[in-house]
């Protein structure tokens, strides 16, 4: 393996950073590094946090400084990759008193590369998730096209195209993200599916995040509570609603529990529809789902399947295969390395 072929992926995230070296295969050559992130401690101390991380990296992974091409950071909020500015982090910065400002136009990029010399580029962690899924997932570096969304306490996602999906004078090799004229693009959690829905926290209604993430789903098992007096949700929870979660919504429909599947079949519609609008408009070979609650398994599987294939246009749904994300446990890791891998190989070439 020539020295051009090992990179480092950064995972940014609101409590810890971590970091490892991987090859030009995914493959990490150790455990990720990991420290916590100060996300509200300020910037400095965000950025030592993460140069720390990265030096611990290349310490564990054995690899001379030297043959490391780049790095790749994935990073939460809207990320400007071409100039690497942070343009908007709501969970980094600082408390002023009582108010707490939150990061705006931060230069991320510059401030790591000029401490460590390596090139760094960096994107927004959801659509680094859907690259580390296309290259080293479910796509397998080979799919026409792959959708990620990840289901939690909001919905991300992303968006990996490739030249088979396109016309015209495309050059790249392999699946590229698409990122909007500014860095913000991808934002599938925030596409309307239902007019006039329940308030989404970006302001609009009935974006598919309001409608299917954590607390959604907890709020609609709890509805349908207490119309249901029977259901094994009562026993599990010891009827303290507080102890409802995702996961014992998962339990309760493992045990046949009508209402628990009742919940599951409606989130899953929500989350159908949506991968079909995506489906109708992207036209890709695979909709990887992921995240914690994508844990619920078949119940929820199923109804996504169904709402699916009854929404998207047929002769695109059938070179279409909805399935689980395989990616997510290391994703801003992987993803962060595939972004720098792909990056290193432009500039060579």
């Known amino acids: 393996m020539n020295e051009t072929e090992f990179v480092i992926g950064v995972d940014l995230g609101g ?6 070296v991987a090859k030009s295969d995914g493959s990490l050559t150790h455990e990720p590094a990991q420290n916590p992130s100060f996300a509200q401690e300020g910037f400095d101390r965000t950025k030592q946090a993460i140069l720390q991380t990265i030096q611990e990296a290349i310490r564990r992974s054995g690899v001379s400084e030297n043959a490391i091409a780049g790095i ?14 942070v343009r908007w982090a709501p969970n980094f910065g600082v408390k002023k008193g009582e108010r707490f400002e939150i990061w705006h136009d931060v230069p991320l990029a510059q401030a790591i590369q000029r401490e460590l010399g390596k090139p760094v580029h960096m994107s927004n ?3 680094l998730a859907a690259l580390a899924e296309y290259m080293y997932g479910s796509g397998k570096g080979t799919a026409k096209g792959l959708i990620l969304l990840t289901l939690g306490t909001g919905i991300g996602g992303g968006v990996v195209l490739t030249r088979a999906q396109v016309q015209g004078n495309a050059f790249w090799d392999s699946g ?3 990122v909007g004229a500014n860095g913000g693009g991808g934002e599938l959690g925030h596409a309307i599916i239902v007019m006039n829905g329940p308030q989404c926290g970006c302001g609009a209604n009935g974006c598919i995040e309001a409608l299917a993430k954590r607390d959604a789903i907890i709020e609609r098992a709890i509805a349908k509570m207490r119309h249901n007096p029977k259901s094994l949700l009562w ?7 507080t102890k409802i979660t995702p996961r014992l919504i998962s339990e309760a429909a493992e045990k046949q529990d009508t209402l628990a599947l009742e919940v599951w079949e409606e989130i899953g ?3 159908g529809v949506a991968a079909a609008t995506f489906i109708n408009i992207f036209n890709p070979e695979i909709v990887a789902i992921g995240g914690q609650i994508a844990k619920a398994g078949v119940p929820l599987f199923n109804a996504i399947e169904r709402a699916t294939r009854d929404h998207a ?10 399935t689980p994300a395989e990616k997510l446990e290391e994703a801003g890791v992987l993803g962060g390395a595939a972004l720098a891998l792909q990056m290193s190989r432009a500039k060579r070439n």
């Not at 790749?72 to 500015?85: F, I």
């Not at 246009?313 to 909805?322: D, I, K, N």
């Open 313 to 322: 246009v047929p002769s695109l749904y059938e070179v279409c295969r909805v």
């Open 176 to 178: 590229v993200l698409l």
């Open 72 to 85: 790749g950071m994935a990073v939460p909020g809207h990320v400007d990759a071409e100039t690497g500015v």
């Open 15 to 20: 409590t810890n950073v971590r970091a490892a």
């Open 235 to 241: 026993e599990l929870c010891e009827s303290d609603f």
């Open 269 to 271: 519609t929500f989350l």
């Open 125 to 127: 962690d959801a659509n």
